[in-house]
């Protein structure tokens, strides 16, 4: 059987999560604070284009908050915990094999649909959360769980693939690994990507490029296992509960 990752994300999933209860400020600047209501944790897209940063203290943009009508939010875990809940079990109704990577992201084994089209299921596992949860979210599809990543990156930030992209293709991901930032791939945090642009490695493309050896040897053996992954070639399979 081939094997076939998808990596479905919430959209800005605090914000989204208030938005189901609150449907009049969809289309608006909304954040959500941390619990002593301190920091950002979550903003939405309005939020983010009036240049609201992950992690901002709310007392360092009041003037911005109070000046673009900026709604905020306290943190309510439990309600992000029960919606969370709902959006696996509406994709537990549709793929029977799903790893629940974090609140707001899952990895699905698309694989066992041989014989379907898979980016079509992506998009109505796209409206059915949506329809019954009221969450936003995006798909990657991908040979490999790190591609998948990579593939959901570029569904959320380009508009042209309507919430769903899919990376099978070696064709497409020739195509598309050179526009994707390489700290943008997972796996490579803010130490590791310095260490590569320093080498000229800025790219999706250009790790994967590189010698799997010699990315170990920078980033241990999470680098080799990275490059493979970049390849097409699945090094981590589903961690099912």
């Known amino acids: 059987m081939e094997e076939v ?3 479905i994300d919430c959209n800005n999933f605090y914000v989204s999560c208030e938005r189901v209860f ?9 954040i959500v604070l941390s619990n002593n ?5 979550s903003r939405s897209n309005e939020a983010k284009l009036l240049g609201v940063r992950m992690g901002d203290p709310a007392f360092k943009i009041r003037d911005l908050i109070k000046r673009e009508n ?8 439990g309600l992000y915990g029960d919606l969370s809940n709902r959006v696996t079990q509406v994709l537990g109704s549709m793929v029977p094999t799903v790893e629940t990577y974090s609140i707001d992201e899952s990895f699905l084994n698309l694989g066992e649909f041989a014989g379907r089209e898979v980016e079509a299921l992506a998009r109505e596992l796209r409206e059915r959360v949506l329809r019954w949860v009221g969450i936003p979210t995006c798909v990657g599809i991908a ?15 380009r508009p042209q693939y ?3 992209c899919d990376l099978r293709s070696s064709q497409v991901r ?13 796996g490579i945090g803010g130490a590791s990507a310095a260490k590569l642009v ?12 590189l010698e799997p050896d010699d990315a170990r040897a920078l980033m241990t053996v999470t680098g080799g296992r990275t490059v493979y992954e970049l390849r097409g070639i699945s090094c981590l399979p589903l961690e099912l509960m």
């Open 22 to 30: 609150r449907p009049d400020v969809e289309g608006k600047p909304v």
């Open 162 to 164: 309507r919430g769903v």
């Open 174 to 186: 020739a195509e598309l690994l050179p526009t994707v930032p390489v700290e943008e791939v997972w």
């Open 143 to 157: 040979p490999t769980k790190t591609l998948a990543k990579v593939a959901n990156f570029i569904a959320k930030k």
């Open 70 to 77: 900026i709604t905020l939010f306290s943190s309510n875990y």
């Open 5 to 7: 990752f998808g990596l």
């Open 37 to 41: 209501d301190g920091n950002a944790v």
């Open 198 to 209: 320093k080498l000229g490695i800025q790219t999706a493309a250009d790790l994967a490029a």
